[in-house]
């Protein structure tokens, strides 16, 4: 079957603009995690949905990140104002239940900040 | 703080041989461990989990050690091959926090041929 997949693949934008990026889990996944990961490292996490609830935003490195889930399946997360240390490859994960250790990743969007 | 690190930033072996990726954590209470494999342009794959009160799991080519006195995991990876070559990610995961993992900086593996 499909797995996650993410939109755009790639993104340049401009100081200064907004972006959205899309994730689209597996089927059935009521788990949805998002990761940003900088050139270089490990993962950093963003935020995790149950659902179309977001019990846990602790990631979210300012209150330019945003992200929503509709459905219980698609999810949007979106960057204000993008500044070059939004710079980054944005993973989206999911898993079948929450309780679930195995998360399988999307190919990731690559954000550029100019 | 808490963290995940590695021990090898970088790890070339032969192919053939075995290649062992080292990984330390500093939570005691991390009820889960995971490795994953990631290759150039690719979101991280899954490798193998141990639980906590596990000492050792073996896969498909691959054995997970944790030692929990010294706060250490492992991954081993018999024959390796030149698909092996990949960053590897160790994480835990905290189920408290919704099964968020934290991850460690990761280690390029390298196979020569």
């Known amino acids: 079957g499909a797995g996650v997949s993410q939109s755009p693949s790639n993104k340049v934008t401009e100081k200064g603009k907004d972006v959205e990026l899309r994730c689209d889990p597996i089927?059935?996944?009521?788990?949805l995690y998002w990761y940003r990961q900088s050139l270089g490292q490990g993962l950093e996490f963003l935020i995790y949905f149950q659902g179309n609830s977001a019990p846990d935003k602790s990631g979210l490195p300012s209150d330019r990140f945003s992200a929503e889930r509709t459905g219980g399946s698609v999810s949007t997360l979106t960057i204000q104002r993008t500044q070059q240390e939004d710079s980054a490859v944005y993973l989206c994960?999911?898993?079948?239940?929450?309780?679930?250790?195995?998360?399988?990743f999307g190919p990731g969007t690559r954000l550029t900040v100019t | 703080g808490e963290s995940v690190g590695l021990h090898l930033p970088t790890l070339s072996v032969q192919e053939g041989d075995n290649s062992i990726i080292n990984c330390a954590y500093s939570?005691?209470?991390?009820?889960?461990f995971i490795w994953y494999k990631q290759e150039s342009g690719k979101g991280p794959q899954f490798i193998i989990d141990?639980?906590?009160?596990?000492d050792k799991r073996q896969g498909q080519r691959v054995t997970v050690l944790l030692n929990k006195t010294v706060k250490h995991l492992s991954l081993q990876i018999a024959a390796t091959q030149p698909g092996d070559s990949a960053v590897y990610f160790c994480?835990?995961?905290?189920?408290?926090?919704?099964?968020?993992?934290?991850f460690g900086a990761g280690t390029i593996l390298r196979v020569k041929s």
């Open positions: 994960a999911s898993s079948l239940v929450a309780d679930r250790v195995e998360q399988y």
């Open positions: 939570n005691s209470a991390s009820d889960y």
């Open positions: 994480a835990e995961n905290r189920a408290e926090y919704g099964n968020k993992l934290v």
């Open positions: 141990i639980r906590s009160n596990m």
């Open positions: 089927s059935g996944h009521t788990a």
